[in-house]
């Protein structure tokens, strides 16, 4: 009878003509050089309708009935869905454990562990809210983000670094709001987390850069506008997000992300209007305000545009 080509693979690691690394390797290299079948994407497809379907079918059922269960009934259901979901998302991912080598993994089966990691984060957040009798926020907050971060660790891959990003910020901002319950001061903690996650980016810890450096700028934007919550600190509001503009659109100069344009030009077409009717009481009309915000955004893009420009003019004298 003839071996398939994974038995054909794992006799190899067993005669060590190969490592377990180097036939997940090769496998990989085998699945790319061979024809997919068109059913596989409407397999996928169908796996995520179906498991959306049953996730609906399970919160409607909850939510009936939440209420009328007790506080030690929640928490067992969220464990337990937590906990389900983990199980899954590592098993799905082929990642090394004490009893199993690695395993070899499609890129279909990544991701539907990325998602299932990336859920049970939130679900886990949710159980913390459930247990936690003082700060529950920042307590929910943290416990996603510190299972986001493992699952992130486990599997590299989309899903977790969105999770991270939005606990991160929700940690952050939770945590300054507990302690001050100043607007400023959330707004400073998000834009401090904005700051942090990009510096990751940079390192190359979160493996996603243009997608890592949009979040890192979002959540700097966010907390810069936050600070637009309370009247006295309005100005900050809008001086915050001027300034982390500025900051995307100097990074844009070295770091060549469409994105730092984007939430560069956000920043401005949001802050300068703000600054302008602040500064005139709300006198202005919200037709000058329009006219300020696209000449804000012409002159923004008009700038991007000159300095991706002078980057790929020193890119070819090198």
């Given at each position: 009878m003839a071996e398939s080509r994974d038995d054909v693979l794992r006799r190899l690691v067993r005669e060590s003509v190969l490592t377990a690394e180097q036939a997940i390797a090769v496998g990989r290299a085998l699945d790319e050089a061979e024809p997919r079948p068109a059913g596989v994407r409407w397999v996928e497809v169908a796996g995520y309708v179906g498991g959306g379907l049953v996730l609906m079918g399970a919160l409607s059922l909850v939510g009936l009935s939440w209420a009328e269960l007790t506080r030690s009934a929640r928490i067992v259901i969220l464990l337990a869905?937590?906990?389900?979901?983990?199980?899954?998302?590592?098993?799905?991912?082929?990642?090394r454990l004490p009893w199993r080598p690695p395993a070899r993994v499609g890129p279909a089966q990544a991701r539907s562990a990325a998602v299932s990691l990336a859920l049970a984060s939130g679900t886990g957040a949710l159980a913390a809210d459930v247990l936690a009798t003082g700060d529950r926020g920042t307590i929910a907050a943290t416990t996603g983000l510190v299972v986001a971060a493992a699952g992130y660790a486990v599997l590299p891959a989309v899903p977790g670094a969105l999770a991270c990003a939005a606990f991160a910020a929700l940690a952050a901002g939770s945590l300054a709001g507990e302690i001050s319950g100043s607007a400023l001061a959330v707004g400073l903690s998000v834009i401090g987390a904005g700051v942090v996650w990009t510096a990751l980016v940079l390192?190359?810890?979160?493996?996603?850069?243009?997608?890592?450096?949009?979040?890192?700028?979002?959540?700097?934007?966010?907390?810069?506008?936050?600070?637009?919550?309370?009247?006295?600190?309005?100005?900050?509001?809008?001086?915050?997000?001027?300034?982390?503009?500025?900051?995307?659109?100097?990074?844009?100069?070295?770091?060549?992300?469409?994105?730092?344009?984007v939430a560069s030009v956000t920043g401005l077409t949001l802050a300068i209007p703000e600054a302008v009717w602040d500064w005139t009481g709300g006198a202005v009309?919200?037709?000058?305000?329009?006219?300020?915000?696209?000449?804000?955004?012409?002159?923004?893009?008009?700038?991007?545009?000159?300095?991706?420009?002078?980057?790929?003019?020193?890119?070819?004298?090198?």
């Open positions: 869905v937590t906990a389900g979901l983990l199980a899954a998302g590592v098993a799905l991912s082929g990642v390192a190359g810890v979160i493996r996603q850069r243009r997608l890592g450096l949009g979040l890192g700028a979002a959540m700097a934007l966010l907390g810069g506008q936050w600070a637009l919550g309370q009247e006295h600190t309005a100005a900050w509001g809008y001086g915050l997000t001027f300034a982390v503009a500025v900051a995307c659109l100097l990074l844009y100069r070295w770091e060549r992300a469409w994105v730092l344009l009309g919200g037709s000058v305000i329009l006219i300020i915000a696209g000449a804000v955004l012409v002159t923004t893009s008009a700038v991007g545009i000159r300095l991706r420009r002078g980057r790929a003019g020193g890119d070819r004298e090198h």
